[in-house]
């Protein structure tokens, strides 16, 4: 049986997941929604023949003939989509944040906790392939017992989009939230553990400075450290800038423990490049007693890396989903895996503003990290 898609918000990201749909040969899309009509010619024409295209998510749903939904709108319309789509009874599959705030994101959990049908908050990072990697090398105890996790993304700005909507907090959770939730989710599959306390500094240094959109100036930060202890003593840093784009690694993912360091190495999007051709990937070990340090590259398959900017992710992701509608399992990135990265990007973005540490002892079931 082909699985029938809906896809709700047909801009970048959701064209991204169209074209990874398209290559999975047991799936397609037959409809679209979007308000805008530019991005939803374009996504109709991706998804080809036989796609219906909407200007509204609600005649998407009306209309019938799915077997799957993706959202993949702008992060303040997820809350207000989800209350529609969750009613379809269809398997979700949301992309992140699955919420603003932990507020919205509490009441996405309580809806859900009345259906049968799965919701999966799409966190691809947890499938590139040089993080699975390295997620398989520290579950074989490569690292030894892991203690501390960087996570550094050095990359461009935030890209112009419809209506300029992730220029603003209001609009996407703010950077920590709308960009940071897939590291937070990171560091809670690597360290095995919940989040007790975050710390932040940050600030709004470059980036869009000088743009103003109806009387509005934006708001979001372009620079931030973030240090997140865990309930098992562990503790992760994400440091990140988006005025470097430069870089030839846009992400580095070390994972340090007593025995060696595992260390994940990712380019940017092909064309982000100067010569716009598609860079591989490295898996690092180094060994305490270097004795045995290996460095191997992961090349994409030049066929994803044309389909999206997450090298492959994107297509992996959907692999799991499909096999999850085929075996009624449950999904792998939960609705309360997305709850808990929103709010750790959440206390991030308070950290900055208070100058103080905030507590996540609800997630940890512990009353405090001291």
């Known amino acids: 049986m082909t699985i029938r898609y809906g896809i709700i918000g047909s801009g970048m990201m959701g064209q991204e997941h169209i074209r990874n749909i398209n290559l999975l040969g047991d799936a397609r899309v037959v409809a679209v929604s979007d308000p805008d009509a530019a991005m939803r010619g374009a996504a109709q024409a991706?998804?080809?023949?036989?796609?219906?295209?909407?200007?509204?998510?609600?005649?998407?749903l009306a209309a019938g003939g799915l077997d799957a939904l993706v959202i993949g709108a702008p992060n303040h319309l997820h809350l207000p989509i989800l209350r529609d789509a969750m009613a379809s009874g269809l398997p979700i599959l949301c992309e992140k944040p699955l919420g603003l705030t932990d507020a919205e994101c509490a009441e996405i959990e309580a809806l859900q906790a009345g259906r049968r049908a799965p919701l999966w908050v799409a966190m691809e990072y947890r499938y590139m392939p040089a993080i699975t990697r390295l997620i398989a090398e520290v579950e074989a105890g490569t690292a030894g017992r892991v203690h501390m996790l960087s996570i550094r993304e050095h990359r461009f700005p935030f890209l112009s989009k419809v209506g300029n909507w992730n220029r603003f907090a209001d609009q996407t959770g703010g950077t920590l939230v709308e960009k940071c939730c897939h590291f937070f989710d990171l560091m809670r599959l690597i360290l095995k553990s919940e989040p007790v306390r975050v710390y932040a500094s940050g600030a709004m240094?470059?980036?869009?400075?000088?743009?103003?959109?109806?009387?509005?100036?934006?708001?979001i930060i372009d620079n931030a450290f973030v240090i997140v202890d865990f309930a098992n003593r562990t503790r992760a840093m994400l440091d990140l800038c988006m005025f470097a784009e430069g870089s030839w690694w846009q992400e580095v993912v070390s994972a340090t423990g007593?025995?060696?360091?595992?260390?994940?190495?990712?380019?940017?999007?092909?064309?982000?490049?100067?010569?716009?051709?598609?860079?591989?990937?490295?898996?690092?070990?180094?060994?305490?007693?270097?004795q045995g340090y290996r460095q191997e590259d992961i090349a994409n398959d030049p066929a994803l890396a044309r389909a999206g900017d997450h090298h492959g992710s994107t297509f992996y992701q959907?692999?799991?989903?499909?096999?999850?509608?085929?075996t009624g399992g449950a999904p792998e990135v939960s609705v309360r895996d997305g709850r808990i990265a929103v709010a750790v990007g959440a206390a991030a973005e308070e950290s900055i503003r208070t100058g103080l540490p905030v507590h996540l002892p609800e997630f940890a079931g512990v009353p405090e990290y001291a």
């Open 46 to 60: 991706t998804a080809g023949p036989g796609c219906a295209a909407h200007a509204h998510h609600r005649d998407l």
């Open 205 to 219: 240094d470059v980036n869009f400075l000088h743009e103003e959109y109806g009387g509005r100036k934006p708001d």
């Open 258 to 290: 007593d025995i060696a360091r595992v260390d994940a190495r990712i380019p940017g999007p092909a064309r982000f490049n100067p010569d716009g051709q598609d860079r591989h990937s490295q898996l690092v070990v180094s060994p305490r007693l270097k």
């Open 318 to 326: 959907h692999q799991r989903f499909i096999q999850m509608i085929r």
